[in-house]
């Protein structure tokens, strides 16, 4: 992990494992990342982007969580401005990349939480560090049975964006993608798209929320609802009168959701 330094008000370091680089951020108040750190009492919350954007879209909710528990957002390689990998990655290798990076951190107990694509590589880290991993929170789960091509998943993002959000949130997803650049969100787009998620959720042994805005269409509600049945201990949450970008939107309804729900499923000692 190279040397913190400061992102836009958050303390943020770089972090190279496995031949890829990311960065993690966090707030004050929560413990900045130590390798070989003491073990914490409390889970962290790791909050993990979609294709294309960043920890921006994540920061009101990353705040909200901050005020009560250790909470760190990640850029992932190849996005936010990162060092660009020489090759597609699989969500596996993100998936292995998120649990090695967490491990070089020092921090050894966490509730995942991903939005979008996002998902998919909170997915695959749940499969990578089982034993670290207490919940898993899968916001605005892709990709909906109904949008399985380019077209039909590109239409719903767009009216997503024209009918359902805020010139705020679409700002930041939009500048989000100039950073990333379009060679590394087409060369990534083919993963999404091909992604398992309902097979690959079925392996994971941990609590599952899955969380969506009531207006997504990007996560529709029955696609949703099946993913929070193909688990043991999932549950279905949804946001009122919001889109994808949910956790941009009702930043405070959303930590709620989670926090309720990892209090409600973590064994009582």
């Not at 750190?37 to 921006?56: D, K, Q, T």
């Not at 939005?115 to 909906?144: T, W």
């Not at 950073?179 to 091909?194: A, D, F, I, K, N």
Request: aromatic share 6%.
């Amino acid at each position: 992990m190279k040397t913190p330094g400061k992102t836009r008000g958050l303390h943020s370091a770089d972090v190279e494992v496995l031949g890829l680089t990311g960065r993690v951020l966090w707030t004050e108040g929560t413990p900045a990342p130590q390798p070989g750190a003491e073990p914490r009492n409390e889970p962290a919350y790791i909050l993990i982007h979609g294709i294309g954007v960043s920890h921006r879209y994540l920061a009101r909710l990353h705040a909200v969580l901050a005020a009560s528990a250790p909470t760190y957002s990640l850029d992932l390689p190849g996005f936010a401005g990162t060092q660009k990998p020489g090759h597609q990655l699989s969500a596996e290798e993100y998936g292995a990349f998120i649990a090695a990076a967490l491990k070089s951190c020092g921090i050894d107990s966490y509730v995942l939480v991903g939005h979008s694509m996002g998902v998919q590589f909170a997915i695959e880290a749940a499969l990578h560090a089982p034993e670290q991993v207490k919940q898993l929170v899968l916001m605005g789960p892709v990709v909906d049975s109904r949008h399985k091509n380019v077209h039909r998943q590109s239409l719903a993002l767009f009216l997503d964006g024209l009918l359902r959000e805020s010139p705020s949130s679409n700002w930041i997803v939009i500048s989000d993608y100039f950073r990333c650049g379009p060679r590394w969100y087409l060369t990534e787009l083919p993963v999404m798209m091909s992604y398992r998620t309902e097979e690959r959720l079925a392996g994971v042994g941990v609590p599952v929320l899955v969380l969506r805005g009531s207006r997504d269409q990007v996560a529709g509600a029955d696609w949703s609802l099946r993913l929070s049945r193909s688990v043991a201990q999932g549950r279905l949450v949804e946001i009122p009168g919001v889109g994808h970008v949910a956790q941009h939107m009702r930043p405070k309804a959303v930590a709620d959701a989670i926090r309720s729900f990892v209090t409600a499923t973590t064994p009582h000692r």
